[in-house]
Structures are given as C-alpha cells and as structure tokens.
C-alpha cells in the first residue's frame, strides 16, 4: 500500500491528462504497473510488484548487477509517461526492495554447482565430450571433441542464466530467440560432425589398420606373446594430449577454422554472460553476430568434409 497526500487531486490529473497513474522506484517509471485498488478514504493506492514487459527496463536497472540480497530504494508514484510527485519514502525511509531471496538463490547455485561438476568430472574422466572412435585403453581417453565442447558450453550457460534469472525475478520466459539459435549452432555442429564421422569409417586409415592389427591379435594361439602388437595398436589409437591441443589441431596442427569457431564462442559467451548479469536478461544478438556465429561453424564443418575421419585426424595431429 502506498499513501498518497491529495490522491483525489492525482486521480484527476490522471482522468485530464489521460494517463494512468504507475508506480515509480528511484525515480525509474515501472510502466505497465498500474493500481490494482484506490482507497480516497485512506488515501491509498494498492501495487502488485511484477516484471511487465513495459517496465522490463526499469527492473533491469534495479535488479541487475546484484551485490546485496536487499536494495534501498526510494518509492513514489506518478502519471504514466510523467514525473513522480514528491516522496518521504526516501533517504533513511527508503523502501526496502527484496532483490533476490537468499536461500531461493543459495539453492540454485547448489543445483548448478552440482551440475558444473558433473560435466567437468565426467567431461574429464569419460568419452562424454570426446570425438568418436576406438578406446585408447589403458586407461586414456579419446581426444576432445571442439563441437561437444562447444555444445556443452552453451548448455551451461543458457541452463546458468535461465535459473538465476528466475530465481530473482520469478520469470521463466527470458529464453530468447537468439538464445534457442545459439544452442541449435551448437547441437547441429556437434550432430554434422558425427554424421560425417559415421559416413568415414569405412574409408579411414587409421581405422583400417586398427581393424588389421585386432585381427591379427586375435588369429594369435593362445599364450602367444602379444606385446608387440599390442604396442602398435597402442602406438595407433589416437588418445588425448590436452584439452586445448585436442580441440585446436587437425592432421596440419593448429587449423584456423578451429581456432576461429573457439574463440568466436569464447567473445559470444563473455558477452552472454555480461549481460545476464548487467540486466538480468539473456541476450537479443543481431542477426548479423548469429550469422558470424553460423559461419564459423559451417566453415568447420566444411573443412571437416575434405578431412578424414576425427580419428584419422586426431591420430596425425598427436603424432
């Protein structure tokens, strides 16, 4: 409830000026906010605070950038596209605005805590993130895969950004169209990369010699020494060297179209983050930066016709 001094006066101003009269949070005009019951007995005006679509801006700037649980504001109300009339709730009276609930939001960073390290354990210690092929055995890992790196990336942070966002504003539409693009980039790129991975094995070297030397091993008596050939298939099976050489090298080292997709996620990713925290909105990117997005994807897909199967290429980019 909000007492207002001469609120006859206001409501008659409203009804000349036809305008409605809205409720105003420092100074910034929550439009679309409207009365929800006058009383002229107690000169009172009853708000329900939602997140409109119109005072979309105004919730931006006050919840955005949170560094406290509890903002003081100063409250006042006003005619919809006008000023606020003069308030005592101000200064030492100001209105205390729950910005986000504690244990709401301790809560959800429990949730994501839990799901940031089941990637990063199992992104590390299984074939979750990796390129298809052979298991390297004893005990190594198949080399990361770029594409499902990327695609886990933005999973992570569009799932970050839509809980944070609702565990402070309640809202569970901050889904963009440009975000559902982003994360479509991701899933086709990693998608394309396995289809084309599937049409190659019959053609990849790499795998054709594996194939030769397992049966071989196999057509051996029983109690042969089998330790030279299972050196070469050793020797043979791609396995992963680190994180960054796994997702920038091809059979000619680090490629380019790569490197570019890398670090394009990278800047969209800073950028998306920056946001989600400054407005507490998940970004609107312009179609040209999501074209830039998609062309570097393509490109690497592109370049990945002309390549050999992933293995092939991870085999020769760790030799």
Same mark, same amino acid.
């Given at each position: ?13 409203? =009804? ?14 929550? %439009? ?9 007995? !107690? ?12 005072? %979309? ?7 955005? =950038? ?28 100001? +209105? ?13 960073? &429990? ?25 390297? &055995?004893?005990? !190594? ?45 991701? /899933? ?11 049409? =190659? ?15 071989? %091993? ?23 060297? *680190? ?11 680090? /490629? ?5 997709? +890398? ?36 490109? +690497?897909? &592109?370049?990945?016709? /002309?390549?050999? *199967?992933?293995?092939?290429? /991870? ?5």
């Amino acid at each position: 409830m909000v007492g207002v001094e001469n609120l006859s006066d206001l409501l008659a101003q409203a =009804k000349k000026e036809r305008h409605e009269i809205i409720l105003y949070l420092d100074g910034l005009p929550l %439009r679309g906010v409207y009365p929800e019951s006058i009383d002229l007995i !107690r000169n009172e005006l009853r708000f329900e605070l939602r997140r409109s679509d119109a005072a %979309r801006p105004t919730w931006a700037a006050l919840l955005g =950038k949170p560094t406290h649980f509890v903002r003081n504001v100063s409250l006042s109300v006003g005619l919809e596209d006008g000023h606020p009339v003069d308030t005592a709730v101000q200064g030492r009276n100001s +209105f205390r605005l729950v910005v986000v609930h504690g244990s709401w939001l301790l809560a959800c960073l &429990g949730l994501l805590a839990l799901i940031f390290i089941w990637l990063w354990v199992w992104g590390r210690k299984s074939q979750m993130l990796r390129d298809s092929g052979p298991d390297p &055995g004893d005990g !190594r890992l198949r080399p990361y895969s770029l594409a499902k790196t990327q695609m886990a990336f933005w999973f992570f942070l569009i799932v970050s950004a839509f809980v944070i966002i609702w565990a402070i504003t309640g809202s569970h539409d901050s889904i963009t169209e440009s975000v559902l693009v982003l994360m479509g980039i991701g /899933s086709d790129t990693a998608l394309g990369v396995a289809v084309q991975d599937k049409g =190659k094995e019959h053609s990849s070297k790499v795998l054709k010699e594996l194939d030769e030397l397992r049966s071989q %091993r196999a057509a051996l008596a029983a109690g042969t020494d089998t330790t030279e050939i299972d050196a070469k298939i050793k020797e043979k099976t791609p396995a992963s060297v *680190h994180f960054m050489t796994d997702v920038l090298t091809d059979a000619d080292g680090i /490629s380019l179209h790569r490197f570019q997709m +890398f670090v394009w996620t990278l800047v969209l990713g800073v950028i998306f983050i920056k946001e989600v925290y400054c407005n507490l909105a998940m970004p609107e990117f312009n179609a040209t930066l999501l074209a830039l997005m998609g062309i570097s994807s393509g490109t +690497f897909l &592109g370049f990945m016709i /002309s390549e050999g *199967h992933s293995t092939e290429q /991870s085999k020769q980019a760790n030799d």
